[in-house]
Nanobody, 124 residues
Framework: QVHVAESGGGLVQAGGSLRLSCAAS????????MGWFRRAPGEEREFVAG????????YYGDSVKGRFTVSRGGAKNTAYLQMNSLKPEDTAVYYC?????????????????WGQGTQVTVSS
């Protein structure tokens, strides 16, 4: 496992944008797949976006396709989530997670390290 930390949440008006950052750190040479998940109040955690170890493959949940973009940073095991055209229903705690298989898919069970989460609130 690695330590995962995300940042960049906040309050934004509907139609606005936010960029979340994530870094996974620890004594490892492994290149992790990185994923973003979110949990709204009263809802289950859902997959938002994921990216594989090389950045060549990306995956998105249906509700964010065309609005959110996941990318890898220059440093090892870093990732970003660019969120555009935000809607009130995007309000949730957003979690970054690291996938040791390198796939960065939507399969939650593949991720073994999770951040504490960052709050995103979209006002109407």
């Amino acid at each position: 496992q690695v330590h995962v930390a995300e940042s960049g949440g906040g309050l934004v008006q509907a139609g606005g944008s936010l960029r979340l950052s994530c870094a996974a750190s620890g004594r490892t040479s492994r290149q992790y797949g990185m994923g973003w998940f979110r949990r709204a109040p009263g809802e289950e955690r859902e997959f938002v976006a994921g990216i594989n170890w090389s950045g060549a493959a990306t995956y998105y949940g249906d509700s964010v396709k065309g609005r959110f973009t996941v990318s890898r940073g220059g440093a090892k095991n870093t990732a970003y989530l660019q969120m555009n055209s935000l809607k009130p229903e995007d309000t949730a705690v957003y979690y970054c997670a690291a996938d040791p298989s390198g796939a960065g898919s939507s399969r939650m069970g593949e991720y073994d390290s999770w951040g504490q989460g960052t709050q995103v609130t979209v006002s109407s």
